[in-house]
């Protein structure tokens, strides 16, 4: 198993552009979900989604968007890259239980100037 | 809002020293979990214990919660440098109704294990 992956690893935007961070898991978990990590404020959560078609937001949503079409897949779109949005953004995963760890992927750096 | 806060926010110690790291969280919880990140790398999960449960070991590490006090303990006995790392406890909280699990995340502790 690859467990989790996120590409790409590192990003430069410019303010007002747009891109998606890909992640894709294949252990065929129901839950999925997308934290940011900012210096000093630890893991936030942005949104997750709790199997293919069902996304829910979490702490920070504004300024991301997501869809859940496959279980293996679920992206995060950032509409208008603002340079709040400079962090790192980690994707992870874990079965539908209460009772079961989270699969953390690599991260992605993200850059907004 | 952040539910769990860890404590201290940096740590550093002699190897072969013990090292304690505190979480505090404010609401009731199914499970809390720790996990560890290497600088510049994905978190990794450690250890998780139930709210029904008190104290938990796995290798040199040990972990307690206290549900009346809403605190949780995780200690690294006899410390090498590769534990050199942050350390993040987070609570799993369910939210009635909605049937969904949520991970909350501390701010974390920096720990220094000098050789």
């Known amino acids: 198993n690859a467990g989790v992956t996120q590409t790409p690893k590192f990003q430069v935007l410019k303010t007002g552009q747009s891109m998606t961070l890909q992640c894709a898991q294949d252990m065929n978990h129901e839950y999925m979900s997308w934290y940011r990590q900012d210096p000093g404020m630890g893991l936030r959560l942005i949104h997750y989604?709790?199997?293919?078609?069902?996304?829910d937001q979490g702490e920070v949503p504004n300024g991301y968007n997501v869809s859940r079409s496959t279980t293996e897949d679920f992206p995060l779109r950032l509409l208008s890259a603002a340079p709040s949005q400079t962090s790192v953004y980690f994707c992870a995963s874990r079965p539908w239980t209460s009772e079961e760890t989270q699969y953390f992927g690599p991260g992605t750096r993200l850059l907004v100037l | 809002s952040q539910q769990g806060e860890e404590d201290p926010q940096a740590l550093s110690i002699q190897e072969g020293e013990n090292a304690t790291m505190n979480c505090s969280y404010k609401?009731?919880?199914?499970?809390l979990q720790w996990y560890r990140q290497n600088s510049g790398r994905g978190l990794v999960h450690l250890i998780l214990i139930r709210s029904n449960e008190r104290e938990k070991h796995s290798g040199r590490l040990r972990v307690t919660l206290d549900t009346s006090k809403k605190s949780s303990s995780l200690l690294i006995t006899a410390s090498r440098a590769a534990d050199t790392a942050s350390y993040f406890c987070?609570?799993?909280?369910?939210?009635?109704?909605?049937?969904?699990?949520?991970?909350?995340f501390g701010k974390g502790t920096k720990l220094s294990v000098i050789p």
């Open positions: 989604s709790v199997g293919a078609g069902i996304t």
């Open positions: 987070a609570t799993d909280l369910l939210y009635s109704g909605a049937g969904s699990y949520q991970l909350t």
């Open positions: 609401t009731s919880i199914n499970n």
